[in-house]
C-alpha cells in the first residue's frame, strides 16, 4: 500500500510573545544568579521572579541546567563581542599591548556581569555548564588568534594545541582563584592573570612580533 508522503514540518521562528518570555526568564535568572548564586537557583526561583508560572519556564527550559546553558551562551556572546571590537591598530607597539586591551576588556565584562563571574569562575559544579563552557572557550581562543593575526605576523604554531584558548582558560583561572579567595577579582589578581596569559603565550611568541602595516580585513561571521 502505497503511503501519500506528508509535507515536512519547517521549524518555526519563536514568536515574539515566546522570545519576549524567554528573555523575562533569563533575566529573572541572571538577577538571580547576581544575588544568591548558581546553587540556590531553581524552576521555582526563577518562575517567581519573573512572576511567570513554572510550567512556563519547563515550557522553554526542561532543567536548571538547561537553563544556565542558555545564560552561558548569553554570556559567550558578550565575550565575542569583545574580541570583535575595534582595535586602535596604531596605538600597538607589540603583541603584549594587544594582549592587555583584551584582558582588560574581559576584566571589565566580569566586573559588571554577575553571571559571567558566577557561571564561568565560580565552582558550580554543573557539568553540562562546564561542557558548554569548555565548547564556547574553543571558539573565543579561534577568534583571539585571529585577531593577534590580524595585527601581527604570528609564527607557526602548534597543531595539537589551541595555544590561544588555553591562554584564555589559564586566565580564567586566577580570576577564579581570586572570586574564590576575595569574592571578587582584585586589581592585583586581575594582573596575575594577564601575566600568566602573556606567560604561557610567549612560550610561542617572541617578544618583538613584525607588526602589519595596517590590520588584515576582519572576517564576516
Avoid: N
Avoid at 538547561?66 to 559567550?76: F, G, K, N, P
Amino acid at each position: 500500500m502505497t503511503r501519500l508522503a506528508t509535507p515536512r514540518a519547517t521549524p518555526r521562528k519563536p514568536r515574539a510573545r515566546s522570545q519576549g518570555r524567554i528573555d523575562s526568564i533569563l533575566a529573572a535568572a541572571r538577577t538571580l544568579l547576581a544575588t544568591q548564586g548558581v546553587a540556590s537557583l531553581s524552576i521555582y526561583s526563577v518562575a517567581e521572579r519573573a512572576d511567570i508560572p513554572p510550567s512556563s519556564v519547563y515550557h522553554f527550559f526542561a532543567s536548571v541546567p538547561a537553563l544556565l546553558q542558555a545564560l552561558t551562551e548569553d554570556v559567550h556572546g558578550a565575550f565575542r563581542a569583545c574580541l570583535q571590537a575595534p582595535i586602535d591598530h596604531d596605538a600597538l607597539l607589540t603583541w603584549r599591548d594587544l594582549s592587555r586591551v583584551v584582558e582588560q576588556r574581559m576584566m571589565t565584562l566580569y566586573s559588571e556581569d554577575a553571571a559571567a563571574r558566577q557561571l564561568i569562575l565560580a565552582q558550580h559544579g554543573l557539568t553540562e555548564v562546564t561542557q558548554a563552557d569548555r565548547q564556547h572557550d574553543l571558539e573565543l581562543g579561534q577568534l583571539l588568534h585571529a585577531l593577534f593575526a590580524r595585527h601581527f605576523e604570528l609564527p607557526v604554531l602548534p597543531q595539537d594545541v589551541d595555544v590561544f584558548a588555553l591562554a584564555m582558560e589559564l586566565g580564567d583561572r586566577v580570576y577564579a582563584r581570586s572570586i574564590q579567595l576575595h569574592d571578587s577579582i582584585t586589581p592585583r589578581m586581575a594582573e596575575e592573570g594577564l601575566r600568566v596569559v602573556d606567560a604561557y603565550l610567549g612560550l610561542y611568541l617572541p617578544p618583538f612580533l613584525p607588526k602589519r602595516q595596517c590590520p588584515h580585513p576582519q572576517r564576516e561571521g
